[in-house]
């Protein structure tokens, strides 16, 4: 079982940034797809950014350019740095993890954190 443990949540003005921190248990990690999303009250969660297990990463439109999704396998931790960051982009972000296995069936397994506020506000 992968645990997941959000961090670096916080106040911050407009225009300001943080890193947000994802720690992981065990010690494949390097082998999980791993993702941010975020959630707002009344609103579904939607995905932010993504790394995959070979370093390849993905992000969606309202923050390209502004937030960086990285990893560092040795410390088993995901981070998302966000840079000019604005008031819609308060929020509970959260961590995931998937991996698919193949052997003995294929089956895609995923994890999740508890989740970090963020609030953008002057």
């Known amino acids: 079982q992968v645990q997941l443990v959000e961090s670096g949540g916080g106040l911050v003005q407009p225009g300001g940034s943080l890193r947000l921190s994802c720690a992981a248990s065990?010690?494949?990690?390097?082998?999980?797809?791993m993702a941010w999303y975020r959630q707002t009250p009344g609103k579904q969660r939607e995905l932010v950014a993504s790394?995959?297990?070979?370093?390849?990463?993905n992000y969606v439109d309202f923050v390209k350019g502004r937030f960086t999704i990285s990893r560092d396998n040795a410390k088993n931790t995901v981070y998302l740095q966000m840079n000019s960051l604005r008031p819609e982009d308060t929020a509970v972000y959260y961590c995931n993890a998937g991996f698919t296995a193949y052997r003995p069936i294929r089956k895609y397994y995923e994890y999740w954190g508890q989740g970090t506020q963020v609030t953008v506000s002057s």
């Open positions: 065990g010690d494949v990690f390097r082998l999980y797809d």
């Open positions: 790394i995959a297990s070979g370093g390849t990463t």
